[in-house]
T-cell receptor
Framework: AQSVTQLGSHVSVSEGALVLLRCNYS??????LFWYVQYPNQGLQLLLK??????LVKGINGFEAEFKKSETSFHLTKPSAHMSDAAEYFC????????????FGSGTRLQVQP | DTGVSQDPRHKITKRGQNVTFRCDPI?????LYWYRQTLGQGPEFLTY????????KSRLLSDRFSAERPKGSFSTLEIQRTEQGDSAMYLC??????????????FGAGSRLTVL
């Protein structure tokens, strides 16, 4: 079975500060990992995905994530937070076996303080 | 291509009533998924279709829930005899099919259900 755990349901940073949102996965087979963002009253939007190519993945809006197999992690970072980054962020995992549908974490709400 | 469309966006109903949600996926996508999202939680998988075939249903999908995708195009999710615990956002997503789990799911904005 596949699963992801997002540490910290709420993260607050100052504008211009580093953003770090944590995600750890569990999978018995090589995973595909995704980060989605959800703004209020909008659908989930893909930020980036890892599909076993480069371990450092760059996404939209200046976000990036690094796949670390030894730590079973896929943390999301952004060097400098912007007010518009305030949203809910979801980590998700999928594999080439079984369901072939994303399994999501419980989400992290990012607040950006002026 | 206008993305994934869901209708209605909001539905308020009384307990015991039936409700139906519709999802129109991206036209070239042959996979369609339904998820449920409650406040403060991540989306939970309900079911998915490959073309018109429903390939898997989650244990969350009780007998009161039924999903269809006639002709492999749009899909409907019906909830019979609604309960207050059914109150949630129902999300639809679509993707290209195939054997890989790397396909990106494109989500609609969701249908919010409130059961009074």
């Amino acid at each position: 079975a596949q699963s992801v755990t997002q540490l910290g349901s709420h993260v607050s940073v100052s504008e211009g500060a580093l953003v770090l949102l944590r995600c750890n996965y569990s999978s018995s087979v090589p995973p595909y990992l995704f980060w989605y963002v959800q703004y209020p009253n909008q659908g989930l939007q893909l930020l980036l995905k890892y599909t076993s190519a480069a371990t450092l993945v760059k996404g939209i809006n200046g976000f990036e994530a690094e796949f670390k197999k030894s730590e079973t992690s896929f943390h999301l970072t952004k060097p400098s937070a912007h007010m518009s980054d305030a949203a809910e962020y979801f980590c998700a995992v999928n594999t080439d076996t079984g369901r072939r549908a994303l399994t999501f974490g419980s989400g992290t709400r990012l607040q950006v303080q002026p | 291509d206008t993305g994934v469309s869901q209708d209605p966006r909001h539905k308020i109903t009384k307990r015991g009533q039936n409700v139906t949600f519709r999802c129109d996926p991206i036209s070239e996508h042959n996979r369609l998924y339904w998820y449920r999202q409650t406040l403060g939680q991540g989306p939970e998988f309900l079911t998915y279709f490959q073309n018109e075939a429903q390939l898997e249903k989650s244990r969350l999908l009780s007998d009161r829930f039924s999903a269809e995708r006639p002709k492999g195009s749009f899909s409907t999710l019906e909830i019979q005899r609604t309960e207050q615990g059914d109150s949630a956002m129902y999300l639809c997503a679509s993707s290209l099919g195939g054997t890989t789990g790397a396909n990106v799911l494109t989500f609609g904005a969701g249908s919010r259900l409130t059961v009074l």
